[in-house]
């Protein structure tokens, strides 16, 4: 194996160790907590038990059956054409940033109700709460700007009672605000977590979309149908990921010693220089880039804080177990 090709295979990143979602799908664990999943499974060209990842309604319903099986869902459900995020990648993210409260901790993954996270742009979804309730017993705020989302995420949480009192969703009236307007004064968080629209104009998320599909089925789709769905301001944002990343990391210095890490993915590595310049500017004190794998995709989160060492040593013993 050349030098180039050895060093291409050690880059690939791994799920994470803690991910519930390795290897294949079990189908019949999965149609024993949902028995609704089972119309949307055949056999593949392979023979091997799957579903249509072409058909949105079959995503849908594998979700709903993961998080019955694995998060102890009761209910979860979203509106026609709302985003339907993949769970294993989100379950990564989760785990990554308990990583990050750990590294801060001795080394310990902080649990419980005295950790809470700010989800930026939770959807209608709510999946990332879910996923930190479930697995770590965290508080979540939700925040959105779009009512639908708010009222569908506040349903999943009024049906479960696993996440009642655990999750409250806020609506930001202004789209443009990150922090403010959702946070209250004097309002202490320990982590942030965001995905942000990827997408600079509905054009761009329109050709990102055809060109997946017609990647996947070798065959030329002019107008192909989003299976994970999603609304406008879900998949694009005037200037995409890279100005909505910049703008965030402003507007969380005003925030800096409210929250001990501010975290976002990063779909595009191009978007990083971007991002690394921009903190350098508000002087983040300490910045780390984890990278994420599945399959074969390949992204980053993020993270930044602008407290010192001293500050991050009282925040842990004080707050964290």
Sequence with gaps: ?????????????????????????????????????????????????????????????????????????????????YLCPPIPGRADYIHHVADLLGSKNFGRLPKGEAIKCLDVGVGANCIYPIIGVSDYKWNFIGSDIDKISIKSAEAIVNLNGLLKGKVELRLQERSKDFFYGILQKDEIIDLTVCNPPFHSSAKEAEESATRKVNNLTHKKIENPILNFGGQSNELWVEGGEERFVKKMIKESKKFGKSCFWFTSLISKSANLKSAYATLEDVEAIEIKTIPMGQGNKSSRLIAWTFLTSEEQQTWAKSRWK
């Design 1 to 81: 194996m050349s030098n180039k090709k050895k060093a291409k295979h050690q880059e690939k990143v791994k799920i994470h160790p803690r991910n519930k979602h390795t290897g294949r799908y079990d189908f019949d664990e999965l149609t024993k907590e949902c028995p609704a999943l089972k119309p949307f499974i055949a056999l593949n060209k392979v023979g091997t038990e799957s579903i249509d990842f072409f058909n949105p309604e079959a995503v849908k319903m594998l979700n709903k059956a993961l998080l019955m099986t694995h998060y102890s869902i009761d209910f979860w459900d979203i509106p026609n054409n």
